[in-house]
């Protein structure tokens, strides 16, 4: 089939991957006695849209599915989607706010949640298209829904389970309270920004008169409004100014309460005054102070973050149902007429805001449901330890153990009503009863005893720590779950290791008594190609269905591996992904190639019986390209996977086998030309078969349309070879590469017209290099623009020289360049490269700078320093081969 002139992504993606999925390529069990191999997808907010994090997580995992198939292994790549809780609450809300001018709680909870479901099955399914878009190969017939019947019968049974082996209870705790969507929520959910705020300072007057001449004690705080909930103040034991104040009694202003002065380790006696309030019930660390000194814990707010009036929390009653900050103005007004006020200073500080609501969190302290994490991370500590699961890259499982060795009780319920709801039932007399159904519940309780479910529904990441698992059929006992758990590499951001990786450890050593995969893949972000973080604030978003629109799904998918080194963000810019869709040009433009010139798929050749040399080569060059694949793919070195793969498909093959070989397919010997024929279409398809992991589309598109096969590359096995490869052919045909490169590389540095065609005399060359330069004259000459190919036992007047094993290069250059222009050339520019080297040193020497400047602009500066460094190592090798 003739192939057209221009490469056109669009069409032929969108009907290619129509092929593979209907055609059941993405399904494991083709290969019973197969060894599986398994990924389960990291699921996607139902909500969401694809982004650039979300394309490269998933080119990595396309890469490893599409690479193992081919070698044979039993692939299942496990999709599925995320119901994302107060995601997909806030967006139906909004939608109802829009349609029908109400709200949730006005159409109650049940008619809600099916308007809910109306919206998952009219809009969920956008961010799958998109992945599909992409070219994610997963089994979508097995496509899961964290909230479908059998994710949601898992998660009941989990949740029993663990309330009976008392590893779930109920405690009062402080957590992160929204007050836009009246919930808890997780620290993923919140973000930290740097604001400008202030830093007030107060009197507290000790209740009983001076002590040693100190008549009141003063504490700083950037929210004023929660003194009214102090419930002590905290001093260090070693700090001498307050060793008598310790165990006093101090009057707490506007609230009119007497709190104690007590000595704790958490206050640093360097900051401020020395002196913390504790306001236990608003404030993490204070709510540890609180607990460990018996300090009484007062709720100053309600869900809505407006202050309450009780009998107990000693509020004015002129506070109740204010909103938090028309109460901080009210406290800071009534402190100064007082008297208390005793200063302002304004500062940044780190605020939390809710990432959906866009209000500060309060820290809040109320009755939830947890778990007790501190139990369930030791044996995930243990097998991470011990080598079952190991970070790639490894520096991950510090992180890791930091998080494992410090954890906290989890917080698993939250306030919402889309989501898990909790298998709790209360009776009148509040005795709670948990079971997997209401009639169980119902049993347990009694037949006379009225039953009101829990209202909460569970954190997210409750039931996404069940993954593994549960997709697979558990808690009943399938046959996949039985061939493909555990599960082999798991692929995923550094920002939800403690979040969703430790949790799936915890949950699949807990349930599966076994690691829910062997190696955890961490990836970098991808910034922008300044090195920025992307954010529509910034207006620094690529949109990567806009990329793709633009420049195919290979472009994108080859663009990401190739800079997806360890450990390393990737600084993504269009140019970058221009260069891969032009690479994905030069293959068609080779493949075009080789139709017009009678190359063709040949069933019969064999590389071990090629007799001209730049085929024995050429099969050598495959052979060590697939090694080199092989060797990435397996370590996690994607970029160098992929650049191995761009320097021999269009380094090696294009640029030197196709350009040496084009004589032989012109000329008159007809054995070599039907032997180079059938070796030039067998080289190409081994590019196409190594390349496809990376791009599937393209190397799909030229394996079926370059000959009949009967079958789709995507099923196609993993090249093996062996014995191919000749050292001799590869010493001779890497030698007159060097030639040809070293001479176009001093024609560049010279600056000799790219016109013009100059003579070349080998000096002191031995019998083995004289042989090479009469077999390759030709294809040397034609190739680095020579006049002449010549031999001589000295080195003529006015050459550049180069050294070429033992002989020397010698490209007498007198009339064609003006040598004392060129040196004054290569003088300025020397110089200019010292000057621009100087004020980058003078940038990266001075401590301050590099204190203060952001990471990308000190990459920027050492980046720029290397190129630099590598352009006057040219410049002085120019100079010198001037003499």
């Not at 949640?113 to 998952?120: F, G, T």
Request: charged share 30%; aromatic share 10%.
């Amino acid at each position: 089939m003739a192939l057209d002139k221009t490469f056109e992504p669009k069409e032929m993606e969108a009907r290619l991957y129509q092929e593979w999925e209907s055609g059941g390529y993405f399904k494991p069990g083709k290969h019973k006695d197969a060894k599986p191999f398994t990924i389960v997808i990291p699921p996607p907010n139902v909500t969401g849209s694809l982004h650039m994090g979300h394309a490269l997580n998933n080119t990595i995992q396309d890469v490893l599915c599409r690479f193992e198939r081919m070698r044979g292994r039993d692939v299942l790549w496990q999709p599925g989607t995320d119901h994302a809780g107060i995601a997909t609450q806030m967006v139906v809300e909004r939608l109802l706010a829009k349609e029908n001018k109400t709200d949730r709680r006005a159409m109650g909870r049940e008619a809600f949640l099916k308007r809910v479901w109306e919206w998952k099955a009219e809009s969920g399914g956008t961010i799958v298209n998109q992945l599909k878009r992409l070219g994610a190969s997963c089994d979508w017939s097995r496509e899961r829904f964290t909230m479908d019947e059998g994710l949601s019968k898992a998660v009941a049974k989990v949740f029993v389970q663990l309330y009976k082996e008392g590893l779930i209870y109920k405690d009062q705790r402080l957590v992160n309270w929204d007050p836009v969507f009246e919930t808890a929520i997780s620290d993923l959910e919140v973000e930290t920004k740097e604001t400008k705020g202030s830093m007030w300072s107060f009197a507290y007057p000790l209740a009983d008169g001076p002590v040693d001449g100190i008549a009141e004690i003063v504490i700083s705080t950037t929210r004023p409004e929660t003194m009214l909930g102090d419930g002590a103040v905290a001093v260090h034991p070693s700090d001498e100014r307050y060793k008598n104040l310790i165990g006093k009694l101090v009057r707490l202003p506007i609230a009119e309460r007497l709190i104690p002065i007590i000595a704790d380790e958490y206050p640093d006696p360097e900051f401020g005054t020395g002196a913390v309030k504790i306001t236990g019930a608003h404030d993490e660390n204070d709510f540890h102070v609180a607990k460990r000194n018996n300090i009484p814990l007062i709720v100053l707010m309600d869900k809505k973050a407006r202050m309450i009036s009780t009998p107990e929390n000693h509020v004015p009653e002129r506070y109740h149902g204010k909103d938090r900050y028309d109460a901080r103005k009210m406290v800071l007004a009534e402190i100064e007429e007082l008297g208390f006020f005793r200063g302002k200073e304004d500062k940044v500080i780190a605020q939390p805001f809710g990432d959906r609501s866009g209000v500060v969190i309060e820290p809040m302290l109320t009755e939830q449901w947890y778990v007790n994490a501190g139990e369930l991370a030791k044996p995930a500590l243990a097998a991470v330890e011990s080598g079952k699961t190991k970070f790639v890259p490894g520096n991950w499982d510090k992180t890791y153990y930091e998080w494992m060795r410090n954890i906290q009780p989890w917080c698993i319920s939250r306030q919402l009503w889309w989501g898990h709801q909790i298998p709790a039932w209360y009776g009148d007399d509040g005795k709670i009863y948990v079971e997997e159904t209401e009639a169980a519940a119902q049993a347990a309780a009694g037949a006379g005893v009225k039953l009101t479910r829990d209202e909460d529904v569970l954190d997210t990441w409750f039931s996404s720590a069940l993954w593994p698992f549960s997709t697979l059929g558990w808690p009943d006992k399938t046959p996949e779950l039985k061939r493909h758990y555990p599960t082999n590499v798991l692929v995923t951001g550094f920002d939800i290791i403690f979040f969703w990786v430790a949790r799936m450890m915890m949950m699949g050593l807990h349930f599966m008594k076994d690691v829910p995969f062997d190696t955890v893949y961490i990836h970098a972000l991808v910034r922008d190609e300044k090195g920025q973080k992307m954010s529509k604030s910034k207006g620094n978003v690529m949109d990567p269905l806009d990329i793709i629109d633009e420049f195919g799904a290979d472009a994108l998918r080859f663009t990401l591996a190739a800079m997806a080194a360890q450990g390393r963000d990737i600084k993504l810019s269009k140019q970058r992904v221009e260069g891969y869709r032009n690479f994905a040009t030069k293959l068609w433009n080779a493949a075009r190639f080789a139709e017009m010139n009678g190359v063709a798929h040949d069933a019969n050749f064999d590389p071990l019986a090629a007799r001209v040399t730049a085929n024995r080569w050429i099969a050598g060059e495959a052979a060590r390209a697939r090694d080199a694949v092989t060797r990435a793919i397996e370590e996690h070195k994607y970029n160098e996977g992929a650049a191995a793969l761009y320097q021999f498909a269009w380094n090696v093959y294009c640029d030197w086998y196709v350009e040496l070989i084009k004589p032989i397919l012109s000329g008159t010997d007809e054995v070599a030309k039907a032997e180079t024929r059938a070796c030039a279409a067998w080289a190409f398809e081994q590019i196409l078969h190594l390349l496809h992991p990376f791009m599937p589309f393209i190397t799909e598109e030229l394996w079926q349309k370059t000959a009949p096969r009967g079958h789709m590359l995507m099923a196609a096995a993993w090249p093996s070879y062996k014995g191919v490869g000749d050292a001799k052919a590869d010493a001779e045909m890497e030698w007159v590469i060097r030639l040809i490169s070293e001479v176009r590389s001093v024609r560049a540095e010279m600056n000799v017209n790219a016109g013009a065609k100059i003579p070349c005399v080998l000096v002191g060359a031995g019998a083995e290099a004289r042989a090479r330069a009469k077999t390759w004259e030709a294809e040397i000459m034609r190739l680095a623009r020579l006049s002449s190919l010549e031999f001589a036992d000295a080195v003529p007047k006015a050459s550049a020289q180069i050294a070429l094993d033992e002989a020397t290069v010698a490209l007498p250059l007198e009339g064609t360049i003006d040598f004392g222009a060129e040196r004054a050339r290569l003088a300025k520019e020397l110089e200019k490269a010292a000057k621009d080297m100087a004020v980058l040193d003078g940038r990266l020497n001075n401590a301050a700078f590099v204190a203060k400047a952001p990471p990308e602009v000190l990459e920027e500066s050492r980046e720029l320093k290397a190129q630099l460094e590598a352009k006057r190592k040219k410049l002085e090798e120019a100079v010198k081969r001037l003499g």
